[in-house]
């Protein structure tokens, strides 16, 4: 790791603008990460490019493609490790001593170990000047999925709440809709839009139908949903399954029956072992990595989202606060067993608190 001094002001701005390309790509890159590049010569930019989606070139190509000639004796900043393998393209170290740049100075060091470390050391051997490091908090927030799942086999978990100021999901009766206004369920959107899946529970499909897709212009892309379903009730008339893109149904309990008529509807269904009645969170959440799912974005009930929270399977809380009050009989926002001790409280951290219209957006990570 390079000292923060001996960063340049040219080398900030140029890793920021390759981080700022990365961004385009939040809502299409999945599975593979979030990346940009920058080519730098005699100080100004000749050539950029981000990654756009899986199997499409990637951003050291795309940026030596718009740079042609001037490439040659460049500095191409990247916010991550350049890969030194072949999967859908070929290794972007090849394009880089290809086209003749002197330097790579790179944010993130590949958390994929196929790459870690290879890219740096292909480029050193071809007598490219490589640094690292820069900037790499930001690649791994903007990566924060795949990194998490290459270097633990787990994808990050994002439990979606919305709750009145006294911190109530639903009335008694179950009415819920809507607590919180447009702006902030537009906000959750964009949530939904950059993740993998989106997790729910049976129940919820029961009770409420909901379509729980992606609908906002920024994005043309659909996640996976996935329904954890012990006995597979989902209906197949349902709008979470006729809707654009792949259905997940995992259950514990197989039924050929029900299975055929999900399998009808071209939804996938999965048998995974039980735990208090549902499929076992930590095996929902290997079965999804393995899928080369990075970020998902559990939207469920107080029952499943309690669950995720007692297990400590999540990695942030995003809670939407709407300024009104629904009483005592109202439902709570999670079902959390009995506390003996204060000491023994999930405790939590604000990394983000923002107004989102007329709503509060809180960012909360274990602590």
Request: proline share 5%.
């Amino acid at each position: 790791m390079n000292a923060t001094s001996d960063w340049t002001d040219l080398d900030r701005a140029m890793m920021s603008r390759a981080l700022a390309l990365a961004q385009q790509g939040l809502y299409t890159t999945d599975p593979n990460p979030r990346v940009g590049c920058v080519l730098v010569r005699e100080g100004g930019i000749v050539g950029e490019g981000w990654h756009v989606r899986a199997g499409e070139a990637h951003a050291e190509p795309a940026a030596l493609a718009a740079a042609g000639d001037r490439a040659r004796g460049a500095t191409a900043y990247v916010s991550l490790e350049p890969c030194n393998h072949q999967g859908r393209t070929p290794p972007c170290t090849d394009a880089l001593i290809a086209a003749g740049v002197a330097r790579v100075i790179y944010a993130l060091k590949d958390p994929n170990p196929r790459v870690s470390g290879a890219g740096e050391e292909r480029l050193r051997k071809a007598g490219i000047e490589v640094r690292g490091g820069l900037m790499a908090d930001a690649s791994r927030e903007l990566n924060c999925g795949f990194v998490k799942r290459m270097t633990t086999g787990l994808p990050w978990v994002r439990v979606k709440l919305a709750m009145s100021l006294d911190g109530r999901t639903a009335l008694a009766s179950g009415e819920s809709r809507w607590i919180t206004a447009d702006t902030a369920r537009k906000d959750a959107q964009r949530f939904r839009a950059r993740s993998s899946a989106i997790v729910t529970g049976v129940g919820t499909i029961l009770a409420d139908d909901p379509a729980l897709n992606v609908r906002i212009p920024e994005s043309n892309r659909q996640p996976w949903r996935v329904v954890l379903d012990s006995r597979l009730r989902t209906p197949s008339d349902s709008r979470v399954i006729n809707r654009e893109g792949q259905v997940l149904v995992l259950g514990t309990q197989d039924d050929a029956r029900r299975r055929a008529s999900l399998e009808a509807q071209s939804v996938v269904v999965g048998i995974l072992p039980a735990e208090d009645g549902r499929p076992r969170l930590a095996d929902v959440l290997e079965h999804l990595a393995r899928l080369e799912m990075n970020e998902v974005w559990v939207e469920a009930g107080p029952t499943l989202a309690g669950a995720f929270v007692r297990a400590g399977l999540f990695d942030e809380l995003i809670v939407y606060v709407a300024p009104a009050l629904l009483g005592g009989d109202a439902l709570p926002l999670l079902q959390l067993p009995a506390l003996a001790r204060l000491d023994d409280k999930i405790k939590l951290r604000f990394t983000d608190f923002r107004a989102v219209g007329d709503d509060l957006r809180l960012t909360l990570r274990p602590a």
